[in-house]
């Protein structure tokens, strides 16, 4: 028997004609009036875009018995991952790896990667995006551990201000045994490589 745990709610409803009013105004204010029939459609475009990548795609996180008592990690490397920084609207982008150490339960290892666009899907930093993942794989999931760890290039760096392209991001979240073993976050850390290879991240 499995059992079905709903993730978090969505966000508030998206006004959409309010938005395409707002991208409108703001072309205009940045000297690109929407007259041209380049731009004329723009506003709605902009507005669909950003419902897209605002709104999270309902999910179970299903779990199943674990029945062979398996008590090694699990962990799922490399899981693209898009998000909005919500200091500048601008993408970041890299991979997550995911892992968790089972007690009572396993879960479906596509939902591991439907919590990470659950959460992606917001406007977001990317130190709360990796504690959140964590935290939810832990309260619902209830292991013995969960090690998060997300490797990200933020379009705000790499195309303003200092522009630095192709720097890299890291963040980790451990929780539970991955936190307070040294030998099983090692483990866990040793399996990621985190920031010991250059990475091409999708788009």
């Given at each position: ?8 709610p ?7 004609v ?10 205009e ?69 995911l ?51 997300l ?30 073993d040294?030998r099983?976050?090692?483990e ?6 985190a ?9």
């Amino acid at each position: 028997m499995t059992t079905a745990v709903t993730a978090p709610p969505p966000p508030r409803e998206i006004d959409l004609v309010r938005a395409r009013t707002a991208v409108a105004e703001l072309l205009e204010a940045l000297g690109r009036g929407t007259d041209s029939e380049h731009l004329a459609d723009t506003p709605r475009r902009v507005a669909d875009a950003l419902a897209e990548l605002l709104t999270p795609r309902p999910f179970e996180l299903t779990t199943f018995p674990n029945d062979e008592g398996y008590d090694e990690l699990v962990l799922v490397r490399d899981v693209p991952f898009h998000s909005l920084c919500e200091h500048h609207l601008l993408p970041f982008h890299g991979v997550a790896h995911l892992a968790y150490l089972p007690g009572e339960r396993i879960v479906g290892l596509s939902k591991l990667a439907r919590v990470l666009e659950h959460f992606s899907r917001d406007l977001q930093v990317q130190e709360r995006l990796t504690q959140q993942v964590a935290d939810l794989l832990q309260q619902r999931l209830r292991p013995r551990g969960v090690g998060v760890v997300l490797e990200a290039e933020h379009l705000c760096m790499s195309l303003r201000g200092v522009a630095v392209t192709g720097s890299r991001t890291v963040t980790s979240a451990l929780r539970g045994t991955l936190r307070e073993d040294p030998r099983s976050r090692a483990e866990f850390l040793a399996l990621v490589g985190a920031g010991t290879a250059v990475r091409s991240y999708p788009r």
